[in-house]
């Protein structure tokens, strides 16, 4: 079974603090993605890579930065964390052209 | 307006009825996807397709291209179908996808 495995489940961080979301998938998927979910909004694409060293802006990228310094590790940067940026992050990984796998999410709260 | 809207948003059925949510989009497609979100986050993939029907146990899956049109069947539904269900377009090549904002499920006994 394909399994994309995110660092916390549940994290609270204070407005200003960097925070580091990671994301690591077993199946040597080339796609890796990140995205937010917010209540009515669904989920919106933050950034996405398709392969080491690789990334590209999603539709929301203003606040984040994003590292794939391996093909299995994709890490979501918060450089200095604000209460607008609490929310559900959900990684995904997928093969090229096929169904996406998701981790399990991280609710992240910034007081 | 949003590129993918689902409806209902909501949706409370009892055990053993037929159920149907519908999913519409406005811009051309790679492939459909679907999806299942229980409470506590995790999301699941249930049906990726880009023509004609797909079925897997009680849930089917039918897209129409020409009308950007697609709907999720659970047929004999079950309260551990509670969930919301996601329907996500894929553009292009890649594997960026587009959500709706997903419909919320309850089945009760």
């Known amino acids: 079974d394909v399994k994309v495995t995110q660092s916390s489940r549940y994290l609270v961080k204070r407005t200003g603090e960097k925070v580091f979301l990671e994301c690591v998938q077993d199946?040597?998927?080339?796609?890796m993605f990140w995205y937010r979910q917010d209540p009515g909004l669904g989920l919106r694409l933050i950034y996405f890579?398709?392969?080491?060293?690789?990334?590209e802006k999603g539709d929301i990228p203003e606040g984040y930065s994003v590292s794939r310094e391996k093909k299995e590790r994709f890490s979501l940067i918060l450089e200095s964390a604000s209460t607008n940026q609490t929310s559900m992050y959900l990684c995904?990984?997928?093969?090229?052209?096929?169904?996406?796998?998701f981790g399990q999410g991280t609710r992240l709260t910034v007081v | 307006k949003n590129e993918v809207e689902q409806s209902p948003q909501n949706l409370t059925a009892q055990e053993g009825e037929f159920i149907t949510i519908n999913c519409s989009y406005s811009?051309?497609?790679?492939?459909l996807h679907w999806l299942q979100q229980h409470p506590g986050g995790g999301i699941v993939s249930l049906f990726m397709?880009?023509?004609g029907k797909k079925k897997h146990g009680r849930l089917i899956a039918t897209i129409n291209i020409q009308e950007k049109h697609s709907s999720l069947h659970i047929t004999a539904s079950h309260p551990r179908d509670s969930a919301v269900y996601i329907c996500?377009?894929?553009?292009?090549?890649?594997?960026?996808?587009?959500f709706g904002t997903g419909t919320r499920l309850q089945v009760t006994l």
């Open positions: 995904a990984s997928s093969p090229r052209y096929t169904e996406a796998f």
């Open positions: 199946m040597d998927h080339e796609n």
């Open positions: 890579s398709y392969d080491v060293k690789m990334k």
């Open positions: 811009v051309g497609i790679s492939a």
């Open positions: 397709l880009s023509s």
């Open positions: 996500a377009v894929q553009t292009g090549t890649a594997s960026k996808l587009t």
